[in-house]
């Protein structure tokens, strides 16, 4: 007789899982939190053998890790945020899920090691330097110069991995891709976006 196992509530769909939040966390969701067809997209793609090393840049409260980490359990998912209070959110929310192949660091990209991941995932973590509004918060300084400063940072990252690294973009302005990587695959509206390093 065959079991029949039920996915944790939390893994249902984008109401669910965000009951993992506070209030606060939820109405941000929209706008700054990864849907999650979105990730589970995302992740099967970047996921693409047993073992492989995915960094989140600017994982938030760490919604794509922990999707990708359940649906993904062979490959290991990382987030990098620089946000104290939401790293500290996505730490108990992998507690809450024991999501074991999911971890997060505190500090900004330009901190992180690199060269210990695979494939990247990217949800324009930069854009609110551009943005007039919607900020998730007022506690970073936003400049047009910091949004190149970070899209330069992250080109010349992704410029000097490997050839078969694979990056995901969502709701990119694409500044951060180098031309050595080729699109491969992209949702109808464009905004997903799937590249593969010649």
Not at 9 to 19: A, G, P, V
Not at 29 to 58: C, N, Q, V, Y
């Amino acid at each position: 007789m065959n079991k029949i196992i039920l996915e944790p509530i939390w893994q249902t769909n984008d109401l669910e899982f965000d009951k993992l939040y506070s209030e606060r966390i939820r109405q941000l969701s929209r706008k700054h939190w990864t849907p999650m067809e979105i990730a589970k997209k995302a992740a099967r793609f970047l996921a693409s053998a047993p073992g492989t090393k995915i960094l989140d840049i600017g994982s938030g409260v760490g919604k794509f890790c922990l999707i990708g980490a359940y649906n993904f359990p062979a490959s290991f998912f990382y987030g990098i945020e620089q946000r104290e209070d939401l790293y500290q959110i996505a730490v108990t929310a992998k507690g809450t899920t024991g999501t074991g192949n999911a971890n997060f660091f505190l500090g900004n990209l330009t901190q992180v090691d690199h060269t210990r991941f695979d494939h990247f995932y990217f949800y324009n973590a930069f854009y609110e330097n551009l943005a007039g509004d919607g900020h998730i918060d007022q506690l970073l300084p936003y400049s047009t110069e910091l949004y190149l400063y970070y899209s330069r940072y992250l080109y010349g990252m992704l410029e000097s991995k490997k050839s078969g690294t694979r990056l995901v973009t969502f709701h990119s302005l694409e500044d951060e891709v180098p031309p050595c990587y080729q699109l491969v695959d992209a949702t109808v509206d464009l905004n997903l976006k799937m590249w593969v390093k010649s």
